[in-house]
């Protein structure tokens, strides 16, 4: 028993979940479809005949989330998505800042 290691170790999430689309590319348009369900019910409606052109401004959340789930930086390599995240992480995090003062006699 000492010395195995776990049979999780080094596995990953796997890369196509469902539908082509990996975990975090799913979560995203799900949590962007419920945002748009719930912003159509308090925007009104367009005036256009086409029921697709009448409802288009309440997709926006959805079109935003396709767009950051799919979009690659070729910079980094890698989803904008996650770009996005850690940058969002880096802005919020904690930051100490440590100042030492020298001991400066002034006479």
């Given at each position: 028993?000492?010395?195995?290691?776990?049979?999780?170790?080094?596995?990953?999430?796997?890369?196509?979940?469902?539908?082509?689309?990996?975990?975090?590319?799913?979560?995203?348009?799900?949590?962007?479809?419920?945002?748009?369900?719930?912003?159509?019910?308090?925007?009104?409606?367009?005036?256009?005949?086409?029921?697709l052109l009448?409802?288009?401004?309440?997709?926006?959340?959805?079109?935003?989330?396709?767009?950051?789930?799919?979009?690659?930086?070729?910079?980094?390599?890698?989803?904008?998505?996650?770009?996005?995240?850690?940058?969002?992480?880096a802005k919020?995090?904690?930051?100490?800042f440590v100042?030492?003062?020298?001991?400066?006699?002034?006479?």
């Amino acid at each position: 028993m000492y010395g195995e290691k776990h049979s999780f170790v080094g596995k990953h999430c796997p890369e196509k979940f469902i539908f082509g689309l990996n975990l975090y590319q799913l979560l995203a348009i799900l949590a962007a479809g419920k945002v748009s369900y719930e912003f159509s019910k308090f925007t009104p409606m367009l005036p256009f005949d086409n029921i697709l052109l009448r409802h288009l401004h309440h997709a926006i959340p959805l079109y935003l989330a396709v767009l950051l789930a799919f979009l690659h930086d070729n910079i980094v390599g890698r989803y904008m998505f996650f770009s996005l995240v850690d940058k969002f992480r880096a802005k919020i995090r904690r930051r100490v800042f440590v100042y030492q003062r020298e001991d400066v006699d002034i006479d």
